[in-house]
């Protein structure tokens, strides 16, 4: 089967997809380029979800009757399969959270609850506000230092200015994995190599990352990675962190209640093991079955295609958007990602936006969430496309199309 056909097969399993949208003129079939917010959900996620309400709907870990088991061995099933989705040593080191950016405070609250005043945490100027916001917090919270390493014009990062930033005070360096405005996607592993030949562990922000192409946490040697179930075919409100056992179990737990402890007294508590010592309360378990559906169906879709499709997508869409005048690309690094953020001269990105809906062409404006990014590039705001395995190129051609109206209109 050659890619075309696998594409137009696979859009059969998305029901969103044959949505036609009321705009000008003659109703529109959906064009959704907004996979970078969101992405939609097959019919096997759905039907996943609905099955677990419709016959082992219980709470985990708690019960000793059939549903309660059979939840929990759906739940605990959904653990399993994203250790291997991500090749990680043990199952105990996948802790389901509501997202990246529950992942990320996790670790940044924890953490940081170890450092002394004036140690240093090392981020990147290409960060989302999750990756950013949370080391603010534990920085004011516990006298920390953020330092920064600088992209170049092209978006890439400086990775020889490291040594000059590099201090013995440096705790920890957290980066984005690929920059979800710029498309960048960062040479991890080499970032992880200098931190850890100076003792350094690295957090990693997989969210534009994981659902695009393999990741082996044992191969980039990465100490904690986190990502989102939603942008990869999988329910809302379920993100995952991997830790790496030994780091999780130094780390203090991060939200108390039910779960995360063994034992109880009005003096105290004692923490649970792992994983449950991070998942305090009743898990997100309807996010857990179907973000199981998602990797699985992944997993036959294959990640190496997925990404080898989108890398066809983004050619083409960058080589077709020149025809448009007055547009401006940010980012042009060689390992680039499915997203294309532009402005088009003398036009708000929210009216383009906006324009591109009459035409059932969904695209998201604004700063996407990475306020000093935007700030570096000099603009307020910018739209942005991005692609997933079901997009194709006649979609690219209605994005480019109504683009070029809007630039004559506009
Ligand atoms: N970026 C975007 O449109 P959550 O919201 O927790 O699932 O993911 C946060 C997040 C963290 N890191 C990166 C690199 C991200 O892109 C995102 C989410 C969306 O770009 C929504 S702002």
């Known amino acids: 089967m050659d890619d075309l056909e696998k594409v137009h097969r696979l859009r059969q399993d998305f029901p969103i997809l044959n949505r036609e949208l009321a705009g000008v003129g003659t109703p529109r079939r959906l064009v959704y380029l907004d ?8 019919r096997s996620v759905l039907d996943a979800i609905t099955a677990y309400y419709e016959t082992s709907n219980a709470n985990v870990h708690r019960a000793i009757h059939t549903l309660g088991e059979e939840a929990t061995r759906l739940y605990e099933l959904a653990r399993e399969k994203t250790r291997a989705f991500l090749n990680a040593e043990f199952s105990e080191e996948i802790i389901f959270t509501r997202g990246t950016t529950e992942s990320i405070n996790l670790v940044a609250s924890s953490f940081c609850s170890l450092l002394n005043p004036g140690d240093e945490i090392l981020l990147t100027e290409m960060e989302h506000h999750s990756n950013l916001v949370p080391w603010q917090m534990a920085a004011q919270r516990h006298g920390l230092v953020l330092k920064f390493i600088p992209f170049d014009p092209d978006g890439v990062l400086e990775f020889g200015k490291l040594p000059q930033l590099w201090t013995s005070r440096v705790r920890l360096l957290a980066l984005t994995h690929t920059s979800n405005v710029l498309g960048t996607v960062n040479p991890v592993a ?3 190599r200098f931190a850890h030949e100076r003792g350094v562990p690295v957090l990693v922000d997989g969210a534009q990352a994981a659902p695009h192409r393999p990741v082996d946490v044992q191969a980039l040697d990465v100490d904690f990675y986190a990502f989102s179930s939603h942008k990869m075919l999988g329910p809302t409100g379920l993100g995952v962190l991997y830790g790496k056992k030994d780091w ?12 995360m402890i063994r034992s109880v007294t009005l003096e105290g508590f004692e923490p649970n093991v792992l994983p449950y010592k991070f998942e305090a309360g009743t898990p997100n378990i309807e996010g857990a079955v179907g973000f199981a559906a998602a990797l699985d169906y992944l997993g ?9 499709w989108e890398q066809k997508l983004t050619s083409y869409a960058l080589e077709q958007i020149k025809r448009v005048p007055g547009l401006t690309v940010y ?13 088009l001269e003398g036009v708000h990105a929210h009216d ?12 998201r404006a604004g700063h996407h969430c990475a306020h000093p990014l935007a700030r570096k590039l000099g603009v307020i705001s910018t739209a942005r496309a991005s692609f997933y395995l079901y997009n194709t190129f006649e979609e690219i051609d209605r994005w480019i199309q109504a683009l070029e109206a809007g630039a004559k209109i506009l």
């Open 190 to 192: 080499d970032f992880v």
């Open 248 to 259: 999780l179990e130094k780390l203090p737990p991060f939200a108390g209640g039910g779960e």
């Open 331 to 343: 980012g042009k690094a060689p390992d680039r990602a499915g997203v294309v953020a532009f402005s």
């Open 35 to 42: 996979n970078a917010a969101t992405t939609q959900k097959p």
């Open 300 to 308: 036959t879709v294959g990640l190496d295609w997925i990404h080898g």
């Open 352 to 363: 383009l936006s906006a324009y591109l809906d009459q035409s059932g062409v969904a695209v």
